[in-house]
């Protein structure tokens, strides 16, 4: 299904519709500061495996993040971060970032491996910010590739529809997306790493 949520004004019906959406188990698709993103409640499990098969991962191998739309979210997922690393985190968020940081014994649980970092991001993007307020707890992300292996990533969500719409529960149409990724942060070393260079430049 696709809907239509104005990223000026979300309309509190369809936002509680994601919402229900992502609180029954389901998956959607939805605009992001970047490059669109597929994604579910971190506590949806089945939700989860579903977005790994049309990945075509297995748990033990994803590297999916998490979409929080506040810092505060973090101590209940991540080790406790010293207060260079926040610092720059809130300089640069809400942002186009990927920040890696060290993972607490919270994230075996959801993932069933032995992954010892989380990905975080916290788009720039009020149609996300409001669904996680009102969720109450982040949503596992993913970035959505074009299936042509010219162009990466696709910014149409009409498009988007008609390549996975049949595949998950609902397509938000936020408007056209980037084709720019997010900029990737590795945070678990002594000195922060740029890993990938995306969208985001980075104030220190």
């Known amino acids: 299904m696709l809907i239509k949520i104005y990223p ?3 309309a509190p019906r369809q936002i509680r519709q994601v919402v ?13 500061d970047t490059v669109y993103g597929m994604g579910a409640s971190i506590f949806e499990n089945k939700a989860i495996d579903k977005i790994i098969s049309i990945k075509g991962l297995k748990r033990k191998d994803v590297n999916f ?8 979210m973090l101590s209940e ?14 300089r640069n968020l809400p942002g186009p970032f990927t920040f890696i940081l060290n993972a607490n014994n919270k994230i075996p649980k959801i993932f069933q491996s032995k ?19 009102q969720l109450g707890h982040p949503i596992l992300t993913t970035s959505i590739y074009d299936e042509d292996k010219i162009v990466e990533y696709t910014s149409d969500p009409m498009l988007i529809d ?3 719409g049949n595949r998950v529960d609902l397509v ?3 408007g056209f997306g980037d084709n720019q990724p997010s900029t990737v942060i590795d945070c678990t070393g002594e000195i922060p790493e740029i890993v990938r ?3 985001g430049i980075l104030a220190e």
């Open 197 to 199: 260079q995306g969208k």
């Open 172 to 174: 938000i149409d936020g």
């Open 20 to 32: 229900s959406t992502l609180n029954t188990g389901g998956t959607i698709i939805f605009p992001t």
């Open 77 to 90: 997922f991540t080790k406790p971060i010293n207060n260079d690393i926040y610092r720059m985190m809130r």
């Open 8 to 10: 000026e004004n979300p």
């Open 162 to 164: 008609l390549s996975f």
């Open 115 to 133: 992954k010892k970092t989380i990905g975080i991001r916290i788009p720039k993007n009020p149609i996300l910010m409001e669904i996680i307020n």
């Open 65 to 72: 993040s998490f979409i929080f739309n506040n810092l505060s």
